[in-house]
């Protein structure tokens, strides 16, 4: 055994004795083995560390802020990992820690800047059973990481280099400390997580129905009303229903699935008569168009079932009751199984659709008429395109240049006040020559905002327009004694017919009926409809406008009345003929949006912003005022959500208010008088 002994340099090292036994072999194959044994009474701290790295060999590098005296004494003699272990848990005690690196070197800093150091980032396969600081990543697959962090921390060195983190989206628990503590917080969260496992009992019905049997154990499970659910989560157990099957799923603790199960078995049993019978209040459905699909569909079942389906088929009844819009069913427990599974299938929300149609029509025409028209003693040409003759003019501009202030001018007036267009002419003793020039222009413009609210897959017709009477027929007597006519009122106007179907995802098919129509005019006969109408299936997108059809059309016209042979000489030819011209353009353009509301705050949304237009409009007519009337306010929408009732106050004169208000404070005075 060879003893050393070190002086302290600075005389604070009163003593210090290190033990180190050397056993040797003679032979061959023999194991050398270095034992330590360390006493330090009041030595300096970097002192104890330099002999530690001169006797293990390591370089060490200390911090600044590593000061202090130690007082440390050994009677066990160490290994060298025993030793190193040692050299750990004296840094420990004192607040410090070792920070190894990859090359061999050593630091030694305060253990609470250990955690942002270099330290070792280690798993289950790399074991760190000391003082040594380590970092560990820790997965958790049963509980929530943020509600087990908190716990953690309160058992770690937390002021020192210990230090616990969770990170939510991969559910791990990150743990920084001396590898013995972290260790232990792992052996832990194992345990804890583990509590997470859940086996589930399968329990299949056979009188009972599953959606029923879920909302009985449901409403027995919650607390009373009042009170606090103190029961943990963990330990509250989850019930689901399989509709296909009729079969209860249970998960949970193993005492709570056996009471559960033990109550599910006790309920599913069979009633004493053959059937029984039960009440669906439907939600959104149609009573009568289920019973529709349930009587059906129990066909169907009955067949299949085979040799039963007699005694099924007597005791079975479906019924609906359009008071509360509800259906009665009476069968056996097997098919009123299916069929209430059914029911709740079809008893859900449906989507609905709000179709908006524009439709926008520009037309305009342009006509230019020219004639030219003379007469003599001896003939001339008359033309009578415009409704007015030669003769006409000129008879009347004789009367209107030999009239005297007294004569009448009737029929002068008359003959004028068919003229169209401007005229220029002479009118002589025995002849006369006018020429006649007209142009008009015809414009429209037609824009239209139909818009429709309906369900899924159910059709909505919207109209804007009037009833025109249409005869149809007449029937008279021989003698004429008892005549009578048909007549059929026909709509014209803005017409929109829709069914939309909803696809998957945000696409709507679209069964669209547009039309518009108007009377173009009269003839001898009955009166003339000019009609535009779309007949089509589309499929477009929530939100979208789509473009369901057109029509451009352009139409010219020429009409040229002349004198035979006279009327083709060049030049000379336009003395005996006239000439209408005329164009017309019409475009009509139709568009469609479709816009899927499948809750009740898109629909408010929309509401919203077609009541803010109208609204608009009558703010903008009232700013404006009424002509002639400028005490008078325009009417107006109240704002959105205020109260649509009408105060009767509002319209009693002067003094009937000032009575009400009267009796109002004798009333309040009495009442505070009797109180």
């Avoid at 530690?52 to 000061?67: A, F, H």
């Avoid at 449906?350 to 030219?372: F, K």
């Avoid at 169209?420 to 142009?439: E, K, R, T």
């Avoid at 011209?581 to 499948?598: D, P, Y």
């Amino acid at each position: 055994m060879i003893c050393l002994g070190i002086k302290n340099r600075l005389g604070k090292l009163l003593s210090l004795s290190l033990f180190a036994l050397v056993l040797n072999g003679a032979s061959a194959g023999v194991v050398f083995a270095t034992e330590y044994s360390a006493s330090f009474k009041n030595a300096d701290i970097n002192e104890f560390i330099n002999i530690v790295g001169k006797n293990l060999n390591k370089t060490i590098i200390l911090d600044p802020s590593v000061r202090g005296n130690i007082n440390v004494r050994s009677y066990d003699l160490l290994n060298e990992k025993q030793y190193y272990q040692f050299f750990l848990n004296v840094l420990e005690v004192y607040g410090f820690a070792v920070v190894e690196m990859e090359s061999g070197i050593v630091k030694v800093i305060k253990a609470k800047d250990a955690k942002v150091s270099s330290i070792p980032v280690v798993d289950d396969g790399l074991q760190f059973t000391g003082d040594e600081m380590v970092t560990r990543v820790v997965p958790v697959t049963n509980v929530s990481v943020r509600e087990l962090a908190p716990l953690l921390r309160q058992l770690n060195d937390n002021a020192g280099g210990g230090n616990v983190v969770h990170y939510d989206p991969s559910n791990v628990i990150m743990i920084t400390g001396r590898a013995a503590v972290v260790n232990r917080l792992v052996r832990i969260i194992h345990r804890v997580d583990k509590a997470g496992d859940q086996d589930v009992d399968i329990v299949k019905l056979k009188f009972a129905s599953a959606l029923e049997m879920v909302k009985i154990v449901t409403a027995i499970q919650k607390p009373a009303a009042g009170s606090k659910n103190t029961t943990p989560s963990i330990l509250q157990p989850r019930l689901v229903a399989d509709e296909r099957t009729n079969s209860l799923i249970i998960s949970g603790e193993p005492k709570t699935r056996e009471r559960i199960v033990a109550l599910v078995n006790k309920l599913d049993g069979q009633l004493m008569n053959d059937g029984n019978t039960r009440v669906f209040y439907l939600k959104y459905a149609k009573a009568k168009e289920v019973v529709t699909v349930l009587q059906g569909v129990s066909k169907s079942i009955e067949k299949d079932a085979g040799s039963n389906s007699k005694s099924a088929s007597s005791s079975l009844s479906i019924e609906s009751h359009e008071g509360t819009n509800s259906v009665i069913v009476s069968a056996q427990p097997a098919l009123m199984s299916s069929l209430s599974s059914i029911i709740h299938q079809l008893d859900i929300r449906r989507a609905q659709v709000l179709v908006e149609a524009i439709i926008v029509e520009v037309s305009e025409s342009d006509g230019i008429n020219l004639s030219t028209q003379w007469a003599t003693e001896y003939g001339g040409t008359q033309f009578q395109d415009n409704g007015v003759t030669t003769g006409e003019i000129v008879g009347a501009a004789y009367e209107v240049s030999n009239s005297d202030s007294g004569d009448d001018l009737t029929s002068a007036a008359t003959a004028l006040a068919s003229i169209a267009g401007g005229i220029v002419g002479f009118a002589g003793n025995d002849w006369g020559v006018v020429l006649q020039a007209i142009s008009n222009t015809t414009g429209s413009n037609i824009l239209a905002t139909p818009s429709i609210t309906t369900l899924d897959n159910q059709e909505a017709s919207f109209i804007v327009g009037d009833e025109v009477p249409v005869l149809t027929g007449s029937t008279a007597s021989s003698a004429n004694s008892n005549p009578f006519q048909t007549i059929e009122r026909k709509e014209i106007g803005i017409k929109l017919k829709v069914t939309p179907q909803i696809n998957e995802g945000d696409a709507v098919q679209l069964v669209i009926e547009q039309e518009v129509s108007t009377i173009k005019g009269k003839t001898s006969v009955d009166i003339i409809f000019a009609t535009r109408a779309v007949k089509t299936t589309v499929l477009a997108k929530s939100g979208e406008t789509v473009v369901i059809g057109g029509l451009i059309d352009e139409n010219v016209t020429e009409t040229v009345n002349k004198v035979p042979l006279l009327g083709d000489i060049p030049l000379l030819g336009y003395l005996f003929k006239s000439t209408k011209s005329s164009t017309e353009k019409r475009n009509l353009m139709v568009f469609i949006r479709a816009t899927i509301i499948r809750d009740d705050k898109t629909m408010a949304a929309l509401s919203t912003r077609k009541y803010g237009l109208i609204r608009s409009v009558q703010q903008e007519q009232r700013d404006k005022g009424i002509s002639l009337m400028p005490n008078s306010n325009a009417p107006i929408l109240p704002e959105w959500g205020e109260s649509h009732e009408i105060n009767p106050d509002d319209f009693a004169p002067a003094k009937d208010h000032k009575k009400v208000e009267k009796k109002s404070v004798q009333t309040n005075s009495a009442q505070l008088d009797a109180l």
